[in-house]
């Protein structure tokens, strides 16, 4: 009919088939608040305007006049204008959905995975889609967390790489639906085995039953328009079996010589096993180990408890057996990096007799929360006649042989102070002390005073780790008076780099004080490094530490080091340095990581497959210097079988300090270790552990989820089809998508017909207030 009238006017409508109106002055956001303003005071002037007026049909009939013209003037002020289209049919689209999260390479058969199982079933219906390819427009997507648009002749050589992150089935959908917009879908095929992670797994889960109604029919509204949906099932639960670790749970460090647990989660899919063992290892060495017994499709816990023995930073690893024919054999372990601290430093201390140096340094430990201290001092010697009964006598005798035969190994530290053992021990005792510190890296302080640093075979054993030989007078106990000098290396060392300069920490060692006495030495050995020296004799000696096999050794020649304290007592603040000495001497002592003169370290302990690597590797010497021009490697120790990366050299990026770039995709534990070379000798080795992970959780539970696929296909008006089902059983609508192809506008605000009714309406108008008297 319009049409009609429009050829009428003489415009041209060939070829058009669908007429709109079209308001130009709508493209601007401020028209319509001015419409509106006008239209208020349209309302107000009409009020006024009719109010003197008696008769309801006056005012109706003036009202109406208002109005009409006013619609009138808006309709010009808004451009009208007809809009002569030409569309074209569209096919309705259709969306295919693959799931390509990490579950879809578990075993859906003996022989294939679950995605190489939906890629088969595809190639076996090739026809089928290719046919629905003519009457309708079908897209194909992968998705895991989110889809991604595949190739449009995808189905010609159909392959897909399982490695999302996370299956989140409604997720995926509800962003492809933003995407779309006003769009509609003939239809939705998901092709997943139902294991999601996301919104559609809580409704599945969900056991209130009013609750759970409520979700699906939020989840029925937020699908509309996206067509009927059918969902394929990959794969069938009946037949599959899967161990899996599903979680390991610890603390983030542990103790050592204290009990530590881990908790291991496990979850066994396909069969009931009566006994599971679950192992737990430090690198390769067994640590613990407990038989879990499994139900079918539920989650079971087992602590697995052991007790560490070494301070450090190790790989552990949980492991379950694997089965025949699991679906996947990727979580039946899991590797993570542990740090294993001292909870207290047990210390055993031996004094020769009281004194004051004895009881600053035994009230400065005892003082020390970190430290388990057993102290020993002797107050009555071999020669001494208390003229009484050993019975009579309260002191106890010296245990020697519980203390070195037995208890040595459990203590981390020894300390001798002006202590010669000859009355009181057997000389293989000695021997078991320089074992201690050399095969099991033990520590030994060794302070001055007139019974230490004798020349004897009895101290053959101890002059063999110490840091000097000693000196072959009848007696090396010098009284006089001395001052403190700090060495190059002492400037450096972490035990006497107190304060935060090089020239405060020598002003403070200066500042020290007199000291009253020393041990006279007769030499310092080669790997020893001294660290503070006096004046009085040479070589002057005074504090200096060694490292001898596996273990540490700290020698101060002198019994006065107690002044150090006492001089410093009236100093506010000055008396801290006593104390912090000591208790940087016992960490280094105990090797503690922050204090080691070449650390290899990394940001982290944990990195995604292919994520990249910096690691740092910090070179000094045995004084703490720098180490600049070495040659360093790195290579891997321990690593997943088949994946250990190639050794790769490092590049100096400041003094001492080297840097390596690493890139790891396999997924396991590794065991790095570096090693620094300068002129044919190792400078400085050290070892780190990482665990490359994914993020994926798909790994953790295998189950084939049909119930959730099967909540999806209700919700969307569709069916679940199982694999080897016919695609055929799918039955899309066509819903009529047309495309505007063409179109003309015609204004009709601008001519004279527009113009003449607008004239003669406020004619009218205005006539009629006139012919009423109202202003």
Same mark, same amino acid.
């Given at each position: 009919m319009m049409f009609k009238i429009l050829e009428l006017m003489g415009i041209e409508t060939r070829g058009y088939d669908r007429l709109m109106v079209h308001f130009t002055g709508l493209k601007? +956001?401020?028209?319509?608040?001015?419409?509106?303003?006008?239209?208020?005071?349209?309302?107000?002037?009409?009020?006024?305007? /009719?109010?003197?007026?008696?008769?309801?049909?006056?005012?109706?009939?003036?009202?109406? @006049? !208002?109005?009409?013209?006013?619609?009138?003037?808006?309709?010009?002020?808004?451009?009208?204008?007809?809009?002569?289209?030409?569309?074209?049919?569209?096919?309705?689209?259709?969306?295919?959905?693959?799931?390509?999260?990490?579950?879809?390479?578990?075993?859906?058969? *003996?022989?294939?995975?679950?995605?190489?199982?939906?890629?088969?079933?595809? =190639?076996?219906? !090739?026809?089928?889609?290719?046919?629905?390819?003519?009457?309708?427009?079908?897209?194909?997507?992968?998705?895991?967390?989110?889809?991604?648009?595949?190739?449009?002749?995808?189905?010609?050589?159909?392959?897909?790489?399982?490695?999302?992150?996370?299956?989140?089935? @409604?997720?995926?959908?509800?962003?492809?639906?933003?995407?779309?917009?006003?769009?509609?879908?003939?239809?939705? &095929?998901?092709?997943?085995?139902?294991?999601?992670?996301?919104?559609?797994?809580?409704?599945?889960?969900?056991?209130? %039953?009013?609750?759970?109604?409520?979700?699906?029919?939020?989840?029925?509204?937020?699908?509309?328009?996206?067509?009927?949906?059918?969902?394929? @099932? #990959?794969?069938?639960?009946?037949?599959?079996?899967?161990?899996?670790?599903?979680?390991?749970? !610890?603390?983030?460090?542990?103790? #050592?010589?204290? %009990?530590?647990?881990?908790?291991?989660?496990?979850?066994?899919?396909?069969?009931?096993?009566?006994?599971?063992? /679950?192992?737990?290892?430090?690198?390769?060495?067994?640590?613990?180990?407990?038989?879990?017994?499994?139900?079918?499709?539920?989650?079971?816990? #087992?602590?697995?408890?052991?007790?560490?023995?070494? /301070?450090?930073?190790?790989?552990?690893?949980? =492991?379950?057996?694997?089965?025949?024919?699991?679906?996947? #054999?990727?979580?039946?372990?899991? &590797?993570?990096?542990?740090?294993? @601290?001292?909870?207290?430093?047990?210390?055993?201390?031996?004094?020769?007799?009281?004194?004051?140096?004895?009881?600053?340094?035994?009230?400065?430990?005892?003082?020390?929360?970190?430290?388990?201290?057993?102290?020993?001092?002797?107050?009555? =010697?071999?020669?001494?006649?208390?003229? *009484?009964?050993?019975?009579?006598?309260?002191?106890?005798?010296?245990?020697?042989?519980?203390?070195?035969?037995?208890?040595? +190994?459990?203590?981390?530290? /020894?300390?001798?102070?002006?202590?010669?053992?000859?009355?009181?021990?057997?000389?293989?005792?000695?021997?078991?002390?320089?074992?201690?510190?050399?095969?099991q890296g033990g520590a030994l302080i060794y302070i001055g005073g007139p019974r230490a640093f004798i020349k004897d075979s009895f101290n053959f054993p101890l002059e063999q780790i110490l840091p000097v030989d000693f000196s072959f007078g009848e007696t090396n106990y010098q009284i006089s008076r001395l001052s403190l000098r700090l060495t190059d290396a002492g400037a450096l060392h972490p035990l006497t780099n107190l304060a935060g300069g090089e020239l405060e920490n020598k002003s403070l060692w200066q500042g020290i004080g007199v000291l009253e006495n020393y041990n006279q030495v007769l030499r310092v050995k080669p790997d020893a490094v001294v660290l503070v020296e006096h004046t009085q004799s040479n070589p002057g000696t005074l504090i200096a530490v060694r490292e001898v096999g596996k273990g540490r050794v700290l020698m101060i020649a002198t019994d006065s080091f107690w002044r150090f304290r006492f001089e410093q007592e009236g100093q506010e603040g000055q008396t801290k340095y006593y104390q912090l000495f000591w208790e940087r001497a016992l960490r280094w002592l105990v090797k503690d990581p922050e204090m080691k003169n070449h650390s290899l370290s990394l940001f982290k302990d944990k990195y995604k497959p292919g994520e990249d690597i910096n690691i740092y590797f910090n070179v000094q010497d045995r004084s703490y210097q720098p180490v600049s021009g070495a040659t360093v490697s790195l290579k891997a120790v321990q690593a997943p079988e088949g994946c250990s990366p190639a050794e790769m050299p490092g590049e100096e990026i400041a003094p001492g300090k080297y840097q390596f770039k690493l890139n790891l995709n396999c997924p396991g534990g590794y065991k790095l270790q570096a090693i620094a070379e300068k002129e044919g000798l190792v400078a400085g080795t050290d070892e780190a552990v990482l665990a490359v992970e994914k993020d994926s959780q798909e790994l953790q539970d295998l189950s084939i989820r049909k119930d959730l696929m099967e909540l999806l296909a209700r919700a969307g008006d569709g069916e679940l089809l199982k694999i080897p089902d016919s695609p055929a059983k799918m039955k899309f609508p066509d819903i009529n998508l047309e495309e505007i192809i063409g179109a003309k506008d015609i204004p009709v605000w601008n001519n004279w017909l527009t113009l003449t009714i607008f004239v003669l309406l406020f004619g009218i108008f205005w006539a009629v207030r006139r012919y009423y008297s109202l202003s």
């Open positions: 601007s +956001p401020a028209s319509l608040w001015i419409c509106i303003g006008v239209i208020i005071l349209f309302c107000i002037s009409a009020y006024f305007m /009719v109010k003197p007026l008696s008769g309801l049909r006056r005012k109706v009939f003036i009202l109406a @006049l !208002h109005f009409i013209a006013l619609i009138f003037a808006i309709s010009i002020f808004l451009e009208p204008s007809l809009r002569l289209a030409k569309t074209a049919k569209l096919k309705s689209p259709i969306y295919i959905l693959i799931d390509s999260s990490e579950s879809m390479k578990a075993k859906a058969s *003996a022989d294939q995975s679950r995605i190489q199982n939906a890629l088969n079933w595809l =190639e076996k219906n !090739h026809a089928y889609f290719d046919a629905l390819k003519n009457d309708y427009e079908v897209r194909w997507f992968r998705f895991d967390e989110k889809a991604t648009s595949l190739q449009a002749n995808f189905l010609d050589m159909p392959k897909i790489s399982p490695d999302g992150q996370q299956t989140q089935i @409604l997720e995926s959908i509800y962003r492809l639906k933003s995407e779309l917009g006003d769009k509609r879908l003939a239809g939705l &095929v998901i092709i997943s085995d139902g294991a999601d992670r996301g919104e559609l797994s809580q409704i599945g889960s969900e056991q209130n %039953p009013r609750e759970k109604a409520k979700q699906l029919k939020d989840m029925e509204r937020r699908v509309q328009g996206l067509g009927k949906i059918y969902t394929v @099932l #990959v794969a069938e639960e009946a037949g599959m079996k899967d161990l899996a670790i599903t979680s390991v749970q !610890h603390d983030g460090y542990g103790f #050592v010589k204290n %009990p530590f647990v881990v908790v291991v989660k496990l979850k066994m899919i396909g069969e009931d096993v009566k006994e599971v063992p /679950v192992q737990l290892y430090q690198g390769q060495k067994l640590v613990a180990g407990k038989s879990v017994k499994l139900e079918n499709g539920k989650e079971q816990s #087992v602590e697995l408890e052991f007790i560490p023995d070494q /301070v450090g930073r190790f790989l552990f690893r949980v =492991e379950v057996p694997v089965y025949q024919d699991e679906a996947s #054999v990727e979580n039946n372990q899991k &590797v993570f990096p542990l740090t294993i @601290l001292r909870d207290r430093i047990r210390i055993l201390y031996i004094a020769g007799n009281p004194s004051w140096d004895e009881k600053f340094l035994r009230r400065t430990l005892e003082k020390n929360p970190s430290v388990d201290l057993v102290s020993f001092y002797i107050l009555r =010697e071999m020669y001494d006649n208390p003229e *009484a009964s050993e019975q009579e006598l309260a002191l106890i005798p010296f245990p020697t042989q519980e203390l070195f035969q037995k208890e040595l +190994p459990n203590f981390d530290i /020894v300390i001798f102070q002006n202590f010669f053992g000859r009355d009181y021990m057997s000389p293989s005792y000695l021997e078991n002390l320089r074992d201690y510190v050399v095969d």
